[in-house]
């Protein structure tokens, strides 16, 4: 056979070299930038969108009378329980008086005494007038004569004085209501000794009208510049999950509350209790109503959260007044301004769908109620605004390797 020329033989080892290359570029081709990343996206609507202040608090009767006892003694009598309705100047309880009556019949009879020491005093001092008079007597057993006679009736005095506390401190045996309402608490129990030597001990707690009652909530500093009187406001507790009530804020405390370094100020919020429904102590998850818009353009959180990958092309297009920074040009997040606030970066689908694209836009915010945010300038009602990503072909989306080494993020 004749041999074959050393260029024949070149000639297929370059065939064989393109052909691989052609296989090689086109399985990476087929398997690393088949993964068209395709995007879902959410409308720019218009709607109404409420923004509130979360808290919880604590509900309380407006009037909430603490009636305690101002002298000690073992309870005898007690005319009340809870939820009993009591009238103002009634008698609610009583203290044993055999004490106090014992010491306002001593403190009569001591005024008896310093009466009849008053006469004596009287009678002497008359009669030692008349000597002094007859210059019977020296000066001097005249002044005391007088002096004493003052005593006397200072004694009296006293012995008066005394008689009118002890009768205050037997009166102070009835215990009564100083309002009218309704008595939620009683600390004591027939027969229980009650001390007030130091402090007034509680016997009852009276709420003055149950129909109209406010919530002390706790709101932290980083809310309380939105809450202002007059402000509207829903809230739950927990023995009616699926009711809605309704209050008004009233009062802004401000005097701070400083727990574990966490700052709250208290919030009073009125509320009316026609029905009897809300009793004292629930707990009230508040939501204060501090902005609202009937017709507000907004738009999901969702895509203001979002940030695109790597291998996605944005095109950068500041709109609504916004400036453009590298890291909008980059696709990523930009930087917090505080000389820019309110401003944020969406997404809106450019190109083809076989080849889509990003243009970042730059958009004014408003209130947000947590799922929705107002847009005030950047975007039109209809507006298609990305919110995530999502692969176009599933099986090429569980690829996470090329052939020749490289990975590959799944998106």
């Given at each position: 056979?004749?041999?074959?020329s050393?260029?024949?033989?070149?000639?297929?080892?370059?065939i064989?070299?393109?052909?691989?290359?052609?296989?090689?570029?086109?399985?990476?081709?087929?398997?690393?930038?088949?993964?068209?990343?395709?995007?879902?996206t959410?409308?720019a609507?218009?709607?109404?969108?409420t923004a509130t202040?979360?808290?919880?608090?604590?509900?309380?009767?407006?009037?909430?009378?603490?009636?305690?006892?101002?002298v000690?003694?073992?309870?005898?009598?007690?005319?009340?329980?809870?939820?009993s309705?009591?009238?103002?100047?009634?008698?609610?309880?009583?203290?044993d008086?055999?004490?106090?009556?014992?010491a306002?019949?001593?403190?009569?009879?001591?005024?008896?005494?310093?009466?009849?020491?008053?006469?004596?005093?009287?009678v002497?001092y008359?009669r030692?007038?008349e000597l002094?008079?007859?210059?019977l007597?020296?000066?001097?057993?005249y002044?005391?004569?007088?002096?004493?006679?003052?005593?006397?009736?200072?004694?009296v005095?006293?012995?008066?004085?005394s008689l009118?506390?002890?009768?205050?401190?037997?009166?102070?045996?009835?215990?009564?209501?100083p309002?009218d309402?309704?008595v939620?608490?009683?600390?004591?129990?027939?027969?229980?000794?009650?001390?007030s030597?130091?402090?007034?001990?509680t016997?009852?707690?009276?709420?003055?009208d149950?129909?109209?009652?406010q919530?002390?909530s706790?709101?932290?500093e980083?809310?309380?510049?939105?809450?202002v009187?007059?402000?509207?406001?829903?809230?739950?507790?927990?023995?009616?999950?699926?009711?809605?009530f309704?209050?008004?804020?009233?009062?802004?405390?401000?005097?701070p509350?400083?727990?574990?370094?966490?700052?709250?100020y208290?919030?009073?919020?009125?509320?009316?209790n026609?029905?009897?429904?809300?009793?004292?102590g629930m707990?009230?998850?508040?939501?204060?109503?501090?902005?609202?818009?009937?017709?507000?353009?907004k738009?999901?959180?969702?895509?203001?959260?979002f940030?695109p990958?790597?291998s996605a092309?944005?095109?950068t297009?500041?709109?609504?007044?916004g400036?453009?920074?590298?890291?909008?040009a980059?696709?990523?997040?930009p930087?917090?301004?505080k000389?820019?606030r309110?401003?944020?970066?969406?997404y809106?689908?450019?190109g083809?769908?076989d080849?889509?694209?990003?243009?970042?836009?730059?958009?004014?915010?408003?209130?947000?109620?947590?799922?929705?945010?107002?847009?005030?300038?950047?975007?039109?009602?209809?507006?298609?605004?990305v919110?995530?990503?999502?692969?176009?072909d599933?099986?090429?989306?569980?690829?996470?390797?090329s052939p020749?080494?490289?990975?590959?993020?799944?998106?």
């Amino acid at each position: 056979m004749p041999e074959k020329s050393s260029g024949g033989w070149w000639k297929w080892i370059w065939i064989a070299i393109v052909l691989a290359l052609v296989a090689g570029g086109f399985f990476y081709f087929r398997h690393g930038h088949g993964d068209t990343l395709n995007f879902n996206t959410v409308a720019a609507m218009r709607g109404e969108l409420t923004a509130t202040v979360t808290a919880t608090g604590t509900l309380n009767p407006v009037v909430n009378v603490t009636v305690g006892s101002q002298v000690s003694g073992r309870i005898s009598k007690l005319n009340v329980d809870y939820n009993s309705v009591v009238k103002s100047n009634q008698v609610i309880a009583e203290i044993d008086p055999a004490t106090y009556q014992a010491a306002v019949e001593q403190a009569n009879a001591d005024l008896a005494n310093a009466k009849a020491n008053l006469e004596l005093q009287q009678v002497q001092y008359d009669r030692s007038s008349e000597l002094f008079t007859n210059k019977l007597i020296s000066g001097s057993d005249y002044d005391t004569a007088l002096a004493t006679l003052h005593e006397a009736e200072a004694m009296v005095k006293i012995k008066q004085a005394s008689l009118s506390n002890a009768l205050v401190n037997l009166n102070y045996c009835k215990i009564v209501s100083p309002v009218d309402g309704v008595v939620i608490q009683r600390a004591v129990e027939l027969g229980q000794t009650v001390a007030s030597s130091f402090n007034t001990p509680t016997i009852f707690q009276i709420a003055n009208d149950l129909t109209k009652m406010q919530i002390d909530s706790n709101v932290a500093e980083a809310d309380i510049g939105g809450v202002v009187e007059g402000q509207n406001v829903d809230f739950t507790v927990d023995a009616y999950p699926t009711r809605t009530f309704h209050g008004e804020v009233t009062q802004v405390r401000n005097s701070p509350i400083t727990v574990n370094n966490v700052v709250t100020y208290d919030t009073v919020i009125s509320v009316t209790n026609a029905d009897y429904k809300l009793k004292p102590g629930m707990t009230a998850n508040v939501s204060i109503i501090v902005a609202q818009r009937d017709d507000a353009l907004k738009i999901s959180n969702v895509a203001l959260r979002f940030r695109p990958p790597d291998s996605a092309v944005v095109i950068t297009n500041a709109v609504g007044g916004g400036t453009q920074t590298n890291d909008v040009a980059a696709g990523k997040s930009p930087r917090k301004n505080k000389g820019n606030r309110g401003v944020r970066t969406v997404y809106l689908l450019a190109g083809d769908a076989d080849a889509p694209q990003l243009r970042a836009v730059q958009i004014k915010t408003g209130i947000t109620d947590g799922i929705f945010t107002e847009v005030t300038a950047g975007l039109n009602e209809g507006d298609k605004v990305v919110s995530s990503v999502a692969q176009a072909d599933a099986q090429t989306s569980n690829s996470t390797s090329s052939p020749f080494g490289g990975g590959f993020p799944r998106h």
